[in-house]
C-alpha cells in the first residue's frame, strides 16, 4: 500500500459582511424589544439604532475590504463610512442623509452611551428624533425596500 500525503491549500472566506449584516440585524431587534424602564430618559434606542446602522454600512465595505482595514479607516464613523461606499450602495435622500449626519455627530461623541449633563440640560435638543433614526435604520438594514 503506498503512502499517500494530501496538502490543503491556505483558503479565504470572507464571512465577515454576512456577520456584520447579521449583527447589525440583532443590534435592531435588541432595540425593537427594548422597554425603558420608569420615566427616565433613556439613549439606548437611539444607540443601538447607530450601532446596526455602523455595522449594515460597514458590511458593505467589506465585500471588498478586510476587516482591519474598514476599522482603521472608517472607526464609528458612520458619515464617513456611508460616504466611502460603493454608490450602488447610496440609497438615502437628501433628508435621511442630513438625520445621518446629526446622528453620527452625537454617536461619535458617545453621546448615546453615556448621558451628558449638557444634553440633558437642553432635553437633549441635539438628538435625532427617534422615529425618523428607527426609519433610516430600517431603510438601511433593507427592511423597507
Same mark, same amino acid.
Given at each position: 500500500?503506498?503512502?499517500?500525503?494530501?496538502?490543503? =491549500?491556505?483558503?479565504?472566506?470572507?464571512?465577515?459582511?454576512?456577520a456584520? /449584516?447579521k449583527?447589525? +440585524?440583532?443590534f &435592531?431587534?435588541?432595540?425593537?424589544?427594548?422597554q425603558?424602564?420608569?420615566?427616565?430618559?433613556?439613549?439606548?434606542?437611539?444607540?443601538l439604532?447607530?450601532?446596526?446602522i =455602523?455595522? #449594515?454600512?460597514k458590511?458593505k465595505?467589506?465585500? #471588498?475590504?478586510?476587516?482591519?482595514?474598514?476599522?482603521?479607516?472608517?472607526? /464609528?464613523?458612520?458619515?464617513?463610512? &456611508?460616504?466611502?461606499?460603493? #454608490?450602488k450602495?447610496?440609497?438615502?435622500?437628501?433628508d =435621511?442623509?442630513?438625520?445621518?449626519?446629526?446622528?453620527? +455627530?452625537v454617536?461619535?461623541?458617545?453621546?448615546?452611551?453615556?448621558?451628558?449633563v449638557?444634553?440633558a440640560?437642553?432635553?437633549?435638543k441635539?438628538?435625532?428624533?427617534? +422615529?425618523?433614526?428607527?426609519a433610516?435604520?430600517?431603510?438601511?438594514?433593507?427592511?423597507?425596500a
Amino acid at each position: 500500500m503506498n503512502n499517500i500525503t494530501l496538502t490543503a =491549500e491556505p483558503g479565504f472566506i470572507n464571512f465577515s459582511p454576512y456577520a456584520f /449584516h447579521k449583527t447589525a +440585524e440583532h443590534f &435592531y431587534k435588541a432595540k425593537c424589544d427594548f422597554q425603558p424602564s420608569g420615566d427616565f430618559f433613556s439613549p439606548v434606542s437611539f444607540f443601538l439604532c447607530c450601532r446596526a446602522i =455602523e455595522l #449594515e454600512i460597514k458590511s458593505k465595505h467589506l465585500e #471588498e475590504k478586510r476587516q482591519q482595514l474598514v476599522k482603521k479607516e472608517l472607526g /464609528h464613523d458612520i458619515v464617513k463610512a &456611508y460616504d466611502t461606499l460603493d #454608490e450602488k450602495y447610496k440609497i438615502l435622500n437628501e433628508d =435621511e442623509y442630513l438625520l445621518l449626519k446629526k446622528t453620527s +455627530e452625537v454617536y461619535l461623541s458617545k453621546g448615546f452611551e453615556y448621558i451628558n449633563v449638557g444634553d440633558a440640560g437642553t432635553a437633549f435638543k441635539r438628538f435625532p428624533d427617534l +422615529e425618523a433614526l428607527d426609519a433610516l435604520t430600517r431603510k438601511i438594514l433593507g427592511y423597507d425596500a
